[in-house]
């Protein structure tokens, strides 16, 4: 797993998101976390920058989050969406350097396990997650983008045929994307440049945090998948005891990595499952808000609600795909001839039946299939109340 995803998680190292040191080495024993290296200096100056925003945005957010505001179209995204994408990126760098200082000795148990298994085949990923890595980035960074320059282009369309700068466009950028940190008209081009810098990088960190889950979750479940493989093949075939055995001790070692995973990632996965319930329900809003509008921003929105629901979609489908694949272990055992039954096959049966195999959420929620109609549910429920309260204010006399 780790070859396979080291370019990727060393492009994040190198923008500040997972400080792990020799992170692209092909050996999982040259990795190490050391808080004086430069990807966790930068790190830590990142995460100072997002902190410093964050604490602007939570005073503008408790200065608008009002009645009035609320009534206007767009007033509680407008109001609300600077302090939780800047929270998000505050918290998940918190997380991801966290996850950086166990990285190391996480990758050489993965490593272990991978090894017990390789006599039974090993899962091609670097494809996959190139694919998946390259796609899903390429689809985010067009819809923030598309964003970026509808916020802008109402403005550039003032200038008429004036020739543009690029200090013109990064006032522009900065005053219409950024607006509650130039409220005191302070902007100045270092401002600018800094505000951009900030963005990209909480930009990237946003979408980090899913594709990080999506890309373990795939390297989980096709480890899942070999040893499927390996049972299939040995269906109807006698086996001795020392060999159900080693079936068996591979498949605790699998569930241990998941749990040891799942100990680490869980706060990623909480954090994963409420931001883009938030940003759904925000777009979703918001839409419903600008009925009047372009059709450059319906085209808009309707692009960054389907990529926000597809995200999630491929985010919860990945994940539960580990607790997909543990269930086709026990219907394998079940077809074992009676030939073969032994106290090995019964141990295995018990812990197969008996355990739970799949990533959660801080241990409050297990992220299966039936887990994406839970998140539909919720994003329902919130979208009903967030109209039911602006309707509401609507219909206050003065309101």
Not at 373 to 378: D, E, F, K, N, Q
Request: charge should be neutral; charged fraction near 15%.
């Amino acid at each position: 797993m780790h070859c396979s995803v080291r370019y990727i998680l060393g492009l994040a190292a190198v923008l500040g998101t997972f400080p792990v040191t020799n992170i692209t080495s092909s050996s999982t024993r040259r990795l190490r976390f050391r808080w004086l290296s430069p990807v966790t200096v930068y790190t830590m100056v990142l995460l100072l920058g997002f902190v410093t925003v964050e604490l602007i945005s939570i005073d503008y957010t408790i200065q608008h989050l009002n009645q009035a505001n609320l009534t206007v179209a767009g007033g509680f995204k407008r109001a609300t969406s600077g302090t939780i994408f800047y929270g998000n990126a505050c918290i998940g760098i918190y997380l991801f350097l966290s996850l950086a200082k166990a990285w190391p000795d996480l990758a050489n148990k993965w490593r272990t396990v991978e090894l017990s298994m390789k006599i039974y085949g090993q899962p091609r990923l670097f494809l996959r997650f190139i694919t998946i890595a390259t796609v899903f980035m390429s689809l985010a960074f067009m819809e923030n983008g598309l964003h970026n320059w509808l916020s802008v282009q109402t403005v550039f369309s003032a200038y008429d045929n004036e020739t543009i700068y690029f200090v013109d466009y990064l006032r522009i950028f900065a005053l219409n994307s950024h607006w509650y940190l130039f409220e005191d008209h302070s902007y100045t081009t270092w401002r600018g440049l800094a505000t951009v810098w900030i963005s990209l990088s909480g930009t990237f960190i946003w979408n980090f945090i899913d594709l990080f889950i999506m890309l373990v979750s795939s390297a989980l479940a096709a480890q899942f998948n070999v040893l499927n493989r390996a049972l299939r093949a040995i269906r109807g075939k006698i086996l001795t005891q020392l060999e159900w055995r080693e079936y068996r001790e591979m498949y605790a070692s699998l569930t241990h990595l998941v749990k040891l995973v799942d100990h680490h990632i869980n706060r990623i996965i909480v954090l994963s499952v409420t931001n883009n319930v938030y940003f759904i329900c925000a777009q979703l809003i918001t839409e419903i808000d600008s009925g009047q509008s372009d059709y450059k921003s319906q085209l808009f929105y309707v692009y960054s609600v389907l990529f926000l629901v597809g995200r999630t979609t491929a985010v919860v489908i990945l994940a539960a795909a580990i607790h997909d694949e543990s269930r086709l272990v026990a219907p394998e055992l079940f077809l074992c001839p009676p030939e073969s039954y032994c106290t090995e096959v019964q141990r295995f049966l018990q812990e197969v039946t008996s355990d739970y195999v799949a990533l959660t959420g801080l241990n409050m929620f297990a992220i299966t299939r039936n887990f994406l109609l839970g998140i539909a549910g919720a994003i329902l429920t919130y979208e009903i109340v967030l109209i039911q309260l602006q309707n509401s204010n609507r219909s206050v006399p003065g309101g």
